[in-house]
Protein backbone atom coordinates (compact mmCIF):
# COMPACT_ATOMS: atom_id res chain seq x y z
CA UNK A 1 0.00 0.00 0.00
CA UNK A 2 0.96 3.77 -1.09
CA UNK A 3 1.39 5.00 2.83
CA UNK A 4 3.86 2.09 3.47
CA UNK A 5 5.85 2.43 1.19
CA UNK A 6 6.26 6.38 1.29
CA UNK A 7 6.71 6.17 5.01
CA UNK A 8 8.18 2.84 6.19
CA UNK A 9 10.48 -0.02 6.39
CA UNK A 10 7.53 -2.78 6.73
CA UNK A 11 7.58 -2.44 2.30
CA UNK A 12 10.86 -2.46 0.77
CA UNK A 13 9.66 -0.91 -2.15
CA UNK A 14 11.11 2.67 -3.43
CA UNK A 15 7.57 3.23 -5.47
CA UNK A 16 4.41 1.89 -6.24
CA UNK A 17 3.46 -0.58 -9.22
CA UNK A 18 1.40 1.28 -11.69
CA UNK A 19 -2.07 0.27 -13.15
CA UNK A 20 -0.58 -2.48 -15.54
CA UNK A 21 1.86 -3.83 -13.07
CA UNK A 22 -0.86 -4.14 -10.52
CA UNK A 23 -3.18 -5.93 -12.99
CA UNK A 24 -0.70 -8.43 -14.31
CA UNK A 25 0.20 -8.98 -10.90
CA UNK A 26 -3.82 -9.61 -9.66
CA UNK A 27 -3.65 -12.13 -13.21
CA UNK A 28 -0.54 -13.74 -12.26
CA UNK A 29 -2.52 -14.54 -8.77
CA UNK A 30 -5.38 -15.76 -10.52
CA UNK A 31 -3.28 -17.91 -12.27
CA UNK A 32 -1.57 -19.52 -9.54
CA UNK A 33 -4.33 -22.16 -7.78
CA UNK A 34 -2.67 -22.14 -4.37
CA UNK A 35 -2.87 -18.29 -4.57
CA UNK A 36 -4.99 -15.30 -3.26
CA UNK A 37 -5.40 -11.79 -2.98
CA UNK A 38 -7.51 -10.40 -0.27
CA UNK A 39 -8.77 -6.54 0.78
CA UNK A 40 -10.24 -5.11 3.44
CA UNK A 41 -12.62 -2.67 2.63
CA UNK A 42 -14.42 0.63 5.21
CA UNK A 43 -15.85 3.68 4.11
CA UNK A 44 -15.65 2.37 0.40
CA UNK A 45 -12.04 2.73 0.55
CA UNK A 46 -9.24 -0.73 0.18
CA UNK A 47 -7.99 -0.08 3.79
CA UNK A 48 -6.21 -3.61 3.93
CA UNK A 49 -4.89 -6.11 1.65
CA UNK A 50 -3.19 -9.62 2.31
CA UNK A 51 -2.20 -12.10 -0.41
CA UNK A 52 -0.02 -15.59 -0.80
CA UNK A 53 2.03 -14.81 -3.40
CA UNK A 54 5.47 -16.37 -5.04
CA UNK A 55 8.07 -17.08 -2.31
CA UNK A 56 10.78 -17.61 -5.08
CA UNK A 57 10.32 -18.14 -9.00
CA UNK A 58 11.84 -21.54 -9.73
CA UNK A 59 9.02 -24.10 -10.08
CA UNK A 60 10.54 -26.27 -7.24
CA UNK A 61 9.49 -23.60 -4.88
CA UNK A 62 5.82 -24.63 -5.48
CA UNK A 63 5.25 -25.89 -2.07
CA UNK A 64 6.22 -22.69 -0.14
CA UNK A 65 4.54 -19.24 -0.77
CA UNK A 66 5.44 -15.31 0.76
CA UNK A 67 2.50 -13.81 2.89
CA UNK A 68 2.30 -9.69 2.73
CA UNK A 69 -0.10 -8.17 4.72
CA UNK A 70 -0.72 -4.54 5.42
CA UNK A 71 -3.67 -2.54 7.10
CA UNK A 72 -3.48 1.09 6.84
CA UNK A 73 -2.67 2.70 10.48
CA UNK A 74 -5.74 4.34 11.00
CA UNK A 75 -7.77 1.70 10.98
CA UNK A 76 -5.18 -0.92 12.90
CA UNK A 77 -6.15 -2.73 16.05
CA UNK A 78 -9.40 -3.28 14.58
CA UNK A 79 -9.65 -6.91 14.12
CA UNK A 80 -8.83 -6.26 10.37
CA UNK A 81 -5.26 -8.12 10.58
CA UNK A 82 -6.01 -10.89 12.37
CA UNK A 83 -9.36 -11.36 9.94
CA UNK A 84 -7.04 -11.06 6.73
CA UNK A 85 -4.64 -13.23 8.43
CA UNK A 86 -7.12 -16.20 8.88
CA UNK A 87 -7.82 -15.92 4.93
CA UNK A 88 -4.06 -16.56 4.11
CA UNK A 89 -4.24 -19.99 6.83
CA UNK A 90 -7.41 -20.80 5.40
CA UNK A 91 -6.34 -20.77 1.94
CA UNK A 92 -3.57 -22.74 2.75
CA UNK A 93 -4.45 -25.22 4.70
CA UNK A 94 -6.84 -25.74 1.65
CA UNK A 95 -4.31 -25.71 -1.27
CA UNK A 96 -1.44 -28.16 -1.52
CA UNK A 97 0.96 -25.51 0.15
CA UNK A 98 3.52 -27.02 2.52
CA UNK A 99 5.02 -23.80 4.11
CA UNK A 100 3.94 -19.82 4.60
CA UNK A 101 7.07 -17.41 4.16
CA UNK A 102 7.16 -13.76 5.63
CA UNK A 103 9.27 -11.92 5.29
CA UNK A 104 9.95 -9.02 7.39
CA UNK A 105 12.09 -6.19 8.29
CA UNK A 106 13.86 -7.10 11.37
CA UNK A 107 12.98 -3.51 12.91
CA UNK A 108 9.35 -4.13 12.32
CA UNK A 109 8.94 -5.93 16.36
CA UNK A 110 5.47 -5.59 16.35
CA UNK A 111 4.69 -7.41 12.86
CA UNK A 112 7.15 -10.31 14.33
CA UNK A 113 4.85 -10.10 17.53
CA UNK A 114 1.86 -10.48 14.89
CA UNK A 115 2.72 -13.24 12.49
CA UNK A 116 4.05 -15.35 16.35
CA UNK A 117 0.59 -14.93 17.78
CA UNK A 118 -0.47 -17.29 14.09
CA UNK A 119 1.64 -19.73 14.66
CA UNK A 120 4.72 -18.20 12.74
CA UNK A 121 8.43 -18.85 13.80
CA UNK A 122 11.38 -17.10 12.99
CA UNK A 123 13.43 -19.25 10.72
CA UNK A 124 16.38 -17.02 9.44
CA UNK A 125 17.75 -13.84 9.49
CA UNK A 126 19.79 -12.11 6.28
CA UNK A 127 22.05 -9.04 7.31
CA UNK A 128 22.22 -6.05 5.27
CA UNK A 129 20.05 -7.47 2.75
CA UNK A 130 17.74 -4.24 1.99
CA UNK A 131 18.69 -0.33 1.78
CA UNK A 132 15.98 2.21 2.10
CA UNK A 133 15.39 5.32 4.55
CA UNK A 134 19.13 5.90 4.34
CA UNK A 135 20.04 2.98 6.11
CA UNK A 136 21.15 -0.83 6.00
CA UNK A 137 18.29 -3.25 6.53
CA UNK A 138 18.24 -6.97 7.85
CA UNK A 139 15.28 -9.16 7.11
CA UNK A 140 13.93 -11.97 9.51
CA UNK A 141 12.37 -14.97 7.57
CA UNK A 142 9.57 -16.13 9.58
CA UNK A 143 7.48 -19.85 8.78
CA UNK A 144 4.52 -21.45 9.31
CA UNK A 145 3.90 -25.03 8.75
CA UNK A 146 0.81 -25.84 6.83
CA UNK A 147 0.29 -29.32 7.86
CA UNK A 148 0.32 -28.23 11.76
CA UNK A 149 -2.65 -25.89 10.67
CA UNK A 150 -4.06 -29.31 8.50
CA UNK A 151 -4.08 -30.80 11.90
CA UNK A 152 -5.65 -28.24 13.90
CA UNK A 153 -8.63 -27.92 11.46
CA UNK A 154 -9.29 -31.33 9.78
CA UNK A 155 -12.53 -30.73 8.53
CA UNK A 156 -10.83 -28.11 6.58
CA UNK A 157 -8.37 -30.30 5.47
CA UNK A 158 -11.14 -32.90 4.36
CA UNK A 159 -12.50 -30.67 2.26
CA UNK A 160 -9.47 -30.43 0.07
C1 LIG B 1 0.68 -6.15 11.55
C2 LIG B 1 -0.71 -5.67 11.07
C3 LIG B 1 -1.07 -6.37 9.77
C4 LIG B 1 -1.73 -6.00 12.15
O1 LIG B 1 -3.03 -5.62 11.68
P1 LIG B 1 -4.18 -5.14 12.71
O2 LIG B 1 -5.43 -4.95 11.94
O3 LIG B 1 -3.68 -3.97 13.46
O4 LIG B 1 -4.25 -6.38 13.68
P2 LIG B 1 -5.52 -6.85 14.52
O5 LIG B 1 -6.24 -5.66 15.06
O6 LIG B 1 -6.33 -7.80 13.70
O7 LIG B 1 -4.82 -7.66 15.69
C5 LIG B 1 -4.70 -9.06 15.62
C6 LIG B 1 -3.91 -9.52 16.79
O8 LIG B 1 -2.55 -9.08 16.66
C7 LIG B 1 -2.19 -8.28 17.79
N1 LIG B 1 -1.44 -7.15 17.32
C8 LIG B 1 -1.79 -6.27 16.35
N2 LIG B 1 -0.86 -5.32 16.23
C9 LIG B 1 0.07 -5.60 17.16
C10 LIG B 1 1.25 -4.97 17.57
N3 LIG B 1 1.63 -3.80 17.01
N4 LIG B 1 1.98 -5.52 18.55
C11 LIG B 1 1.58 -6.67 19.13
N5 LIG B 1 0.45 -7.32 18.82
C12 LIG B 1 -0.28 -6.79 17.83
C13 LIG B 1 -3.50 -7.81 18.39
O9 LIG B 1 -3.35 -7.60 19.79
C14 LIG B 1 -4.45 -8.94 18.09
O10 LIG B 1 -4.37 -9.95 19.08
P3 LIG B 1 -5.72 -10.43 19.83
O11 LIG B 1 -6.59 -11.06 18.76
O12 LIG B 1 -5.20 -11.41 20.82
O13 LIG B 1 -6.31 -9.20 20.40
C15 LIG B 1 -0.72 -4.13 10.86
O14 LIG B 1 -0.36 -3.49 12.05
C16 LIG B 1 0.18 -3.64 9.75
O15 LIG B 1 -0.28 -3.49 8.63
N6 LIG B 1 1.45 -3.35 10.06
C17 LIG B 1 2.39 -2.74 9.11
C18 LIG B 1 2.63 -3.58 7.89
C19 LIG B 1 3.42 -4.80 8.19
O16 LIG B 1 4.34 -4.76 8.99
N7 LIG B 1 3.09 -5.90 7.52
C20 LIG B 1 3.80 -7.12 7.67
C21 LIG B 1 4.89 -7.23 6.66
S1 LIG B 1 4.41 -8.43 5.45
Not at 29 to 55: E, K, M, N
Not at 103 to 118: L, M, P, T, V, W
Not at 128 to 149: E, F, I, S
Request: with cysteine; charged share 20%; hydrophobic share 40%.
Amino acid sequence: MVWFIRHTTSSWRYRAMDLAETASWLQKHQDTPAHRVWVAVAQDRIVGYSCLSDFRAPEGYWPSAENSIYVLPEYAGQGIGKQLMQRILEQAARSDLQTIVAAIDSGNAASIRFHEQFGFVISGQLPRVGWKQDRWLDLVLMTCDVNQLRRKAPEEAKSR
